[in-house]
Nanobody, 120 residues
Framework: QVQLVESGGGLVQPGGSLRLSCTAS????????MYWVRQAPGKGLEWVSA????????YYADSLKGRFTISRDNAKKTLYLQMNSLKSEDTAVYYC?????????????WGQGTQVAVSS
């Protein structure tokens, strides 16, 4: 059974930090590219960051560069998002997403999301 379980969300003051985790099971984690995607209240999905299967290439939305850091531990089958200098506009549900294309077929899995609220 494929599972992606996010954790680490919560309420934080502006300027604070949070570290999100996403633990995978039921598939070969180290073969998948991993993404963080968020959805702010009343808005659509927004891509936040991506990391390749080996963890040596990372990508960020331009607006988030320098504040967020994506990483992964393939031995622990876990994806991370370190979020610093948080702003109210970072308030959203954060989802982890796994993708792979193999043998002409696309594989994609989603977690259930973790809520991040930035407020004083």
């Amino acid at each position: 059974q494929v599972q992606l379980v996010e954790s680490g969300g919560g309420l934080v003051q502006p300027g604070g930090s949070l570290r999100l985790s996403c633990t995978a099971s039921g598939f070969t984690f180290n073969s998948f590219r991993m993404y963080w995607v968020r959805q702010a209240p009343g808005k659509g999905l927004e891509w936040v960051s991506a990391i390749n299967s080996g963890g040596d290439a990372t990508y960020y939305a331009d607006s988030l560069k320098g504040r967020f850091t994506i990483s992964r531990d393939n031995a622990k089958k876990t994806l991370y998002l370190q979020m610093n200098s948080l702003k109210s506009e970072d308030t959203a549900v954060y989802y982890c997403n796994a993708r792979r294309r193999a043998w002409g077929k696309d594989y994609e899995y989603w977690g259930q999301g973790t809520q991040v609220a930035v407020s004083s």
